[in-house]
């Protein structure tokens, strides 16, 4: 299974290897929960992380977007934070929970102390050359946000809700159709991999991640978004999928998607994955 989940042992080895090159590595980013693969990692493997960056004096910029959709289930989340406050930045914004698509509302949480003032004092330096500010109205709706009313706890429970449930079933069609799949823990992607099926596909001229993109929008309509885009081998046979299309079309079925306790029981849902399963059974059909 590919990515998702930091290997300490893999990074203190990196870290060290690059310094012997003559390379200045001093920072690693975490992404809790992952995107393109949609897993969380686990408090244990977080700690484990946190003890090569106090090792290896490394800068921890812990990306924390996902957060607040974690998944059923979802291993307990751990955030660096929590670890080496010392030595973490953790950065977040609304456009994911909220599915604000185009507000990019964005924020970073430096640690305390002298240290961090400093360092906050330099990136805002730095943004005030890229960045202009927030339009008003984004303003408003961070403020409501932030301050965590009730009415959004509970959408975000709904959405979690529904994320799970859909990533759960589409990854169970993955797994049906012979590939390898970490069971997505947060967020609304999942990231298949089709190398265990390679031979069947490539009697079809599928050969690497982007033919096998290709394939899957000309022959069955579905979009994804190959590995490769990702830092991912340009052979592997992944790609990331993104769940979130299968809500509904218009406004009332993402409504309803989003109300249901039981989403999948839903028909414009059921047909969306009825298709989603069709589409990768005749992918890997001999």
């Known amino acids: 299974h590919c990515g998702g989940v930091p290997e300490p042992g893999a990074l203190r080895t990196a870290v060290r290897a690059a310094r012997a090159a003559g390379h200045h590595p001093r920072l690693v980013v975490l992404t809790l929960p992952d995107n393109p693969t949609g897993t969380l990692a686990p408090p244990r493997t977080v700690r484990e992380v946190c003890a090569v960056a106090e090792e290896e004096d490394l800068l921890v910029v812990s990306d924390e977007i996902y957060r607040d959709i974690l998944h059923e289930s979802a291993p307990p989340f751990l955030s660096p934070a929590e670890v080496v406050p010392e030595r973490t930045i953790v950065v977040t914004g609304l456009s994911k929970s909220l599915a604000l698509g185009g507000w990019r509302i964005g924020v970073a949480r430096f640690p305390a102390g002298p240290a961090g003032e400093r360092l906050c004092a330099d990136v805002a330096s730095v943004a005030s050359e890229v960045w202009s500010t927030l339009a008003g109205p984004m303003q408003a709706v961070a403020e409501y946000a932030f301050a965590e009313p009730p009415e959004l706890l509970e959408r975000l429970r709904r959405d979690a809700h529904l994320h799970g449930a859909v990533a759960g079933a589409v990854h169970d069609i993955v797994i049906a159709t012979g590939a390898e799949c970490r069971q997505p823990t947060g967020g609304f992607y999942v990231y298949p991999d089709f190398g265990p099926v390679r031979d069947r596909l490539a009697g079809k001229g599928i050969v690497d991640g982007e033919s096998l993109q290709r394939h899957l929008i000309e022959e069955s309509?579905?979009?994804?978004?190959?590995?490769?885009?990702?830092?991912?081998?340009?052979?592997a046979l992944r790609f990331r999928a993104a769940t979130s299309m299968l809500y509904g079309r218009t406004r009332d079925e993402q409504r309803a998607a989003q109300e249901a306790e039981k989403p999948l029981e839903l028909p414009h849902i059921a047909d969306s994955l009825a298709a989603i399963r069709s589409g990768f059974t005749a992918l890997t059909a001999g």
Request: charged content about 15%; glycine content about 20%; proline content about 7%.
């Open 221 to 235: 309509g579905i979009a994804v978004l190959a590995g490769v885009h990702f830092g991912d081998a340009p052979d």
